[in-house]
């Protein structure tokens, strides 16, 4: 299951309270996903700043470590009563390895009531007994696992963990829906919805308006910038739904059009509808 599964299809909603409490360092961007696995929901909080310098080759080494808790719902989460000791143990494998090896923490998967934290290390030396050690002594009610192996490559955060191009066109969306929702949007209701796409040449432009065209988008507007290498601007509407099945449908279908014509597209707006 660890590093082997494949991400399938979303799963419909985010447990925000998942680790609203958890603390970082400023200098990481973290975000979480759920995703729909072989046996239910997963929950990847992730390292997004990771992805700027991965692979590094002085943290050649993945150490994966955890526990296995009993206190989940049906959906293998923990329940509320579970998350404080569940933050006791990531802080407390994460001070075990600041005192044995240069790491970085790139995630946390919680996966059918286990809880696993990812971490890149410049070696293992003394890391098993010590994290053996903490478990045996501090959380011995907790069945833990650690597991270390070399990833030169950094295949399991790039490969694994890092959202793929669905999950992440799923993740900006629900931050928008999320906005829209403190507002009382009912997200059910279609109405129209602009997106905006920028290309280097009109060609490219035109590539694009054809199968937008063919797809029932209205062209609002099309204008060439000054400022930008990405001068040729396309903004384009259809009436739709925007539950997050249908709008991280239309986004990722239009993101790859775009790019099939050299643009880029940079996303979404629409109104209130309550």
């Known amino acids: 299951m660890r590093n082997t599964m494949k991400k399938v299809k979303l799963f419909l909603s985010i447990l925000i309270s998942l680790y609203s409490i958890k603390a970082f360092s400023q200098e990481d961007s973290w975000d979480v996903y759920l995703a729909q696995y072989e046996k239910g929901p997963g929950s990847t ?6 992805k700027k ?3 590094k080759s002085d943290l050649p ?5 955890g526990v296995t808790f009993k206190d989940c719902t049906p959906q293998g989460m923990p329940t509320e009563n579970q998350f404080p000791e569940l933050y006791k143990i990531s802080d407390s494998i994460s001070d075990i390895l600041k005192t044995k090896t240069l790491n970085v923490s790139v995630a946390t998967f919680t996966y059918q009531c286990e809880r696993l934290e990812y971490f890149y290390a410049k070696d293992t030396f003394g890391l098993r007994d010590a994290l053996m050690t903490l478990y045996s002594r ?6 833990s696992y650690i597991n270390f192996r070399e990833d030169k490559s950094w295949s399991t955060y790039l490969e694994f963990l890092y959202p793929n191009d669905e999950t992440f066109e799923f993740m900006k969306n629900q931050k928008v ?10 997200h059910e209701k279609a109405r129209q919805v602009d997106h905006w796409i920028y290309f280097s040449t009109e060609q490219d432009r035109d590539c694009f308006v054809k199968y937008v065209t063919y ?3 209205k062209i609002e507007e ?9 001068a040729y601007k396309l903004h384009i509407s259809r009436n739709d739904k925007i539950n997050i099945e249908a709008i991280s449908k239309i986004t990722l279908e239009l993101k790859k059009h775009a790019e099939s014509c050299n643009g880029d597209y940079d ?8």
Do not use: C, H, R
Request: a positive charge; charged letters at 20%; glycine letters at 4%.
């Open 222 to 230: 099309q204008e060439k910038l000054n400022t930008s290498k990405m």
């Open 215 to 217: 797809q029932n988008f």
């Open 267 to 274: 996303g979404w707006e629409t109104f209130v509808v309550k």
């Open 45 to 50: 909080l992730i390292n997004m700043s990771a």
């Open 177 to 186: 829906l999320s906005k829209l929702y403190d507002s009382g949007d009912n």
């Open 138 to 143: 501090s959380f011995k009610n907790y069945k």
């Open 61 to 65: 080494f993945v150490v994966i470590t």
């Open 53 to 55: 310098y991965a692979p």
